[in-house]
């Protein structure tokens, strides 16, 4: 039994709804990579290769007929790849459990009758226009982070405590960031296992703070129906929420609470689009309603607790390589990446990779330590484990980071003490949404790794495209570091992690001295 027009990646979703396997047992089924799986899922449109059509159709063919009959249903019920957009897009509304989940919690937020925001969400879809919408990123992508960091100091001020947005002076280049951090944060050299990496869950934590007025409410469901319309997604999974924070030399420390991914994007991520958009049409940095509302001053920037202070993790990797005839000597190569533009934040912008949201996966109290986070963001970011990406399938697993599902490139580096060294560079308080950055670096000092797994690292679909640098090539670094499309928290890592690295790396770094200054 074959399709008469061939597979696309629907045809191919909807066999795998149709056999209700996960996404990694539809691979295993199928006999492929859990990525081409995962690369249907992400282009609908796609089409697979003569040898995938036919192991397709023979899948079909085997099945049973009440997996036929459920395969048939699903791919009447599909709308064309060439004109998904608002029938996807009521469909989700009506249907995705995570847009449900915002939904319900701006009608109780905002005080208004159930269905209120459904309502507001599906009048606001008829109006928005996908085109106007894609001109709006293209014009987001030219306010550069010189220009965020500027509007934010503008905005924000200067403190007399001691408190300060971070700077650094890098060879011939001077950096600014919109980071808020203070001397004790900085230079924390702070190794990532249990005796040091010590943020603390607090089951007992209330609900962050948070009412809407009209003007909050209206953002909200804009936010919600352009995305929506652009097909972006996202999952409403727990989120850690900071609640205090207590630095020190080689020492995290602080506690945090728990919250919903829904209630973010829907409040404290708009800040971010606000500001840019501002910038664009030439608005006074002042006229923003929401920053006024949310993130108002310094006092409440630094009031972790008292507001809703969501945030992450992301870290410089330096892979040891060997003296090559061809490249030069010994050093190590540093990844940096452009981010897609269907990411929730630094959307089309520079980063360090790998980065992610720091959020419980199943064991709500382990994960709380920072270095949690990041180990499994390298397994989902640079080794491709696709079944630990929540945009792409539910967590069913017990224990996703148990050894024995670990990618082969992470079971190496774990395989002895030493391998993997992870250090935490700093923390600061982003002022663009509030959010905590914990900047990392990643180290790799066995020459091993590269030569065995360089080949297979490959950045996940939040990445639109990943570079190599070299840690003995201190022209093409010192340009990197002056390149103006870095997202704020990108900048502050990569320059907080070149400053560790040439304390600890040899020979093989050759960069201009950073020196930080708070601003």
Known sequence: MSLSNGWTGADACALQDALRLSQEAFAEHLGVHSRTVGYWHKKPSSRPNSEVQQVLDVALERASDEVKARFTEARAGSPPAATTGTSDAEQRLAADPNIVAALDWLDERAAREPGTARRAVASRLAQVDVNSLRDRGSRRGRVDQHAIADALATYYGRRADGYGRYGATFGDIEANTSVLTHSDWLDLDCPMDASHDRLALV?????APVSLDEQAFDQAVQRLAESLTLGVRFINMPLYRLLSADMGPQSIGGTVGVTSFAEYIVTMDLLEGELVDALTSGTQSGALPLRDRYLPDLDTVLNVGGRLTAGGTLALCAFA?????????ADYVLLVQERSGHVINAARRLAVIPKGFHQPMTDFRADAQVGATMRREMEEELFGRHDIDNTVGDQRSADPMHPSRLSEPMRWLLGEPGRLRMECTGFGLNLVSGNFEFPLLIVVDDEEFWQRYGGL???????????????????LVEEL????????????ALLQGLRRLGEIGGSRVNVPAIEWEIR
């Open 203 to 207: 089951r007992t934590a209330g609900d």
């Open 321 to 329: 390589r060997p003296a090559d005839p061809f490249r030069g000597p």
């Open 457 to 475: 690292i490959e950045a996940n679909w939040e990445t639109t495209n990943l570079r190599q640098y070299s840690s003995a090539d201190p022209e």
């Open 481 to 492: 570091a002056a390149d103006t499309a870095w997202s704020n928290e990108g900048l502050f």
